[in-house]
T-cell receptor, first 113, second 113 residues
């Protein structure tokens, strides 16, 4: 079946470096993608989203890139800080599936001081 | 800011008990969702609701039921709790079709002994 997946379950980076978290999706009908951050003991929090008619979207210190050709989504975090340590999820919305989102399993980002 | 609250952060119940998990959102969102989150499995959709008194099964509805008597409140019911329902339960809401972004509550960690 269709699913959203992540390439790496864990990622460790040095404070101040840039982080790149990857996500592969398999449903070409998906038209909306979203990244969430989940800190320990908390619910997921919205980071940034992107629609399928875009290739790139930037937020504060974060950039999402969408490559529809290879069905790949990435989240780039600039100048990673200790407070960025968390699990990051990508999610997709399949066209004509209403407000439902399909979530990936998550990547745990660990920032070393 | 959207606020989604869940009635308990931690809950311990015995096998066979009936369990109620309550979720309330304060932004007049039409859509509400219940997920469970397990290590290695990510977020899995249990039930969702697009309107008052309306419910739809998600991917793993077995052993669960829901109730939505008021727009702001969405309850998840475990009719007869079992040990395999030990999990983190997350409630979310969204303003679909205006937005696909889902806002999450802090989660309820349920342990069934």
């Amino acid at each position: 079946g269709e699913s959203v997946g992540l390439h790496l379950p864990t990622l460790s980076v040095q404070e101040g470096d840039n982080s790149i978290i990857n996500c592969a999706y398999s449903n070409s009908a998906s038209d909306y993608f979203i990244w969430y951050k989940q800190e320990s003991g908390k619910g997921p929090q919205f980071i940034i989203d992107i629609r399928s008619n875009m290739d790139k979207r930037q937020g504060q210190r974060v950039t999402v890139l969408l490559n529809k050709t290879v069905k790949h989504l990435s989240l780039q975090i600039a100048a990673t800080q200790p407070g960025d340590s968390a699990v990051y999820f990508c999610a997709e919305r399949e066209d004509n599936q209403g407000g439902k989102l399909i979530f990936g399993q998550g990547t745990e980002l660990s920032v070393k001081p | 800011d959207v606020k989604v609250t869940q009635s308990s952060r931690y809950l311990v119940k015995r096998t066979g008990e009936k369990v109620f998990l309550e979720c309330v959102q304060d932004m007049d969102h039409e859509n509400m969702f219940w997920y469970r989150q397990d290590p290695g499995l990510g977020l899995r959709l249990i039930y969702f609701s697009y309107d008052v008194k309306m419910k739809e099964k998600g991917d793993i509805p077995e052993g669960y039921s829901v109730s939505r008597e008021k727009k702001e409140r969405f309850s998840l019911i475990l009719e007869s709790a079992s040990t395999n329902q030990t999990s983190m339960y997350l409630c979310a809401s969204s303003l679909f079709p205006s937005s696909y972004e889902q806002y999450f509550g802090p989660g309820t960690r349920l342990t069934v002994t």
